[in-house]
């Protein structure tokens, strides 16, 4: 039984990575594709406030023409006035004089308007502006090392096939769908160690008497919560290679 659950835990370290591995490159690709969308936005709202701001720049210009062309009429009109003897005649061009200066007092209001509308729409551009050289940066940046690590991934998936399938071919057929059927059900996770009588994927205690019997390592249990199968996680074949104590004698072992 040693050997089988040792089968499985190697099988169940290679599926954890070969999983983080698998998502790892799928989502390189959605993140450049992100920001390149990022990149097609910004530069459509950009085009399309530019020609907003063409308008009120338009308007604006016009504005301060009629201004212009309403003050000279102004002027002549009010050079006109000492000349004219005629009582109802001096009154219409009076009040001409005051339309004209009525409608400037008006037009200025508006083009403060527009120009309010001018600051706030340019400081809005000039922050698109901003943003859309952040994502052209982070994509000239970026964009081959994430194509670089999809492609490592990939090669590291492949790397593993070959093992994954021997231990594999080596798991008795009835627990090796048994783990399937688990991994297929629990997001990936089929096997989880017991350690101090807590099972480790659900945190959830074995009884003492199912914590016993799992130690004597005699079949393949399931945790009674999370259903997982589980092993005795503090079973010496399961110490960590790179404990301290375990380097040591490792090298203990290999000095000549
Ligand atoms: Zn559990």
Not at 127 to 138: A, C, D, F, S, Y
Not at 212 to 225: A, G, K, N, V
Not at 241 to 249: F, N, V
């Amino acid at each position: 039984m040693l050997e089988q659950i040792k089968l499985l835990v190697r099988l169940q370290q290679m599926d954890t990575e070969r999983l983080a591995l698998e998502s790892e490159a799928a989502e390189g690709p959605v993140r450049i594709a992100n920001l390149e969308q990022g990149l097609v936005g910004l530069t459509g709202q950009i085009a399309a406030a530019a020609g907003e701001l063409g308008q009120l720049r338009r308007q604006r210009k016009e504005i301060e023409e009629t201004v212009e062309a309403n003050q000279t009429k102004m002027k002549r009109s009010q050079s006109r006035l000492p000349m004219i003897k005629n009582n109802r005649e001096y009154r219409a061009v009076l009040k001409e004089i005051d339309d004209l200066k009525r409608m400037n007092y008006d037009l200025e209001d508006e083009v403060i308007e527009v120009m309010e509308r001018l600051e706030a729409l340019e400081a809005e551009q000039a922050e698109r502006h901003r943003r859309l050289g952040e994502i052209k940066v982070e994509l000239e940046e970026n964009k081959q090392v994430i194509l670089d690590r999809v492609d490592e991934c990939r090669t590291l998936l492949r790397e593993m096939a070959g093992e994954r399938q021997e231990v594999r071919a080596a798991v008795d057929v009835e627990t090796m769908a048994r783990y399937d059927q688990i991994a297929y059900a629990r997001g990936g996770l089929a096997l989880a160690p017991i350690k101090g009588g807590t099972c480790q994927a659900c945190f959830m205690n074995l009884t003492p008497q199912q914590y016993q019997i799992l130690q004597h390592m005699e079949r393949l249990m399931t945790c009674p919560s999370c259903h997982r199968l589980i092993y005795w996680g503090e079973h010496e074949a399961f110490a960590p290679p790179d404990e301290p104590g375990a380097e040591s004698a490792q090298a203990g072992e290999g000095a000549p």
